[in-house]
C-alpha cells in the first residue's frame, strides 16, 4: 500500500487477555518502530527493527510485551496478559534504511483494556 | 542517551500571530532533528527536518524551524497562525549511530484563538 498501515483500528479487550497488534510499513522500508501514546502524554518508544532482527528493545516495558517481523515486512506486537496501564494508543512508522530518514507513522491502534 | 525536551505543555496563540514553540535535545553527535505535527484523529505528519547544511529549514505549511547548536534547540516558527494549525506538535530527534531511532519530546498542544 502506499502508506503504514495498522490493524485492528480500535481494540478493546479484557484485562488478563492477550492482544495482536499489527503493522504493514511502505513496502522497501527496512527499519520499523513501535511507539506507545499514552492519554495526554508523549511518544514512548518501545521496540526499533531493522529488517527482522530488533538491536533496540529497550523501551519494552515489560516482558509482557514482545515484538517480532517477519519478510522484512510485517510486524507483529503481542502484549500478553493485558492490564489496564496497557490502555493506549500504539503507533508503527517505518523509514527507509538504517540512516535516519523520515518516518512514516500509521494511524494506530487504540487499545482499551477494560 | 538522546533525549527532547518541549517546555510547553499547552500554548494559546490568536489567529494570524506569530507562533514559536521551544525544543531542546540532548545528543552526543550531530542530531536529526524533526518536528511532527498531530491534529485529532489523524496520524503524525513530517512538518520539516534538519539534518545538515544550513541551520534554518522550511517546512510544510508555512513552518520553519531553527537549528541552533550552541542552544541544543530546534525551534519551530510559524509568522501568522491559522486556525487550521491547532494541533499537538512533537519535536524529535535521531541520528545515525550504529542504528537509528526516534526519541520524542512529549508535545505542545497549540490552540488557536479567534
Known amino acids: 500500500g502506499a502508506g503504514v498501515s495498522q490493524s485492528p483500528s480500535n481494540k478493546v479487550t479484557e484485562k488478563g487477555k492477550d492482544v495482536e497488534l499489527r503493522c504493514d510499513p511502505i513496502?522497501?522500508?527496512?527499519?520499523l518502530y513501535w511507539y506507545r501514546q499514552r492519554l495526554g502524554q508523549g511518544l514512548e518508544f518501545l521496540i526499533y527493527f531493522q529488517g527482522n532482527s530488533a538491536p533496540d528493545k529497550s523501551g519494552l516495558p515489560s516482558d509482557r510485551f514482545s515484538a517480532e517481523r517477519t519478510g522484512e515486512s510485517v510486524s507483529t506486537l503481542t502484549i500478553q496478559r493485558t492490564q489496564q496501564e496497557d490502555s493506549a494508543v500504539y503507533l508503527c512508522?517505518?523509514?527507509?534504511?538504517?540512516?535516519?530518514?523520515?518516518?512514516?507513522f500509521g494511524q494506530g491502534t487504540r487499545l482499551t483494556v477494560v | 542517551a538522546q533525549s527532547v525536551t518541549q517546555p510547553d505543555i499547552h500554548i494559546t496563540v490568536s489567529e494570524g500571530a506569530s507562533l514559536e514553540l521551544r525544543c531542546n535535545y540532548s545528543?552526543?553527535?550531530?542530531?536529526?532533528l524533526f518536528w511532527y505535527v498531530q491534529s485529532p484523529g489523524q496520524g503524525l505528519q513530517l512538518l520539516l527536518k534538519?539534518?545538515?547544511?544550513?541551520?534554518l529549514v522550511q517546512g510544510i505549511k508555512g513552518f520553519e524551524a531553527e537549528f541552533k547548536r550552541s542552544q541544543s534547540s530546534f525551534n519551530l516558527r510559524k509568522p501568522s497562525v491559522h486556525w487550521s494549525d491547532a494541533a499537538e506538535y512533537f519535536c524529535?530527534?535521531?541520528?545515525?549511530?550504529?542504528?537509528?531511532?526516534?526519541?520524542f519530546g512529549k508535545g505542545t498542544m497549540l490552540l488557536v484563538s479567534p
Open positions: 513496502s522497501g522500508h527496512t527499519a
Open positions: 524529535a530527534v535521531g541520528g545515525n549511530s550504529g542504528y537509528s531511532t526516534l526519541t
Open positions: 534538519y539534518f545538515s547544511g544550513d541551520t
Open positions: 545528543y552526543g553527535a550531530t542530531p536529526y
Open positions: 512508522a517505518s523509514s527507509w534504511d538504517r540512516i535516519l530518514t523520515e518516518a512514516f
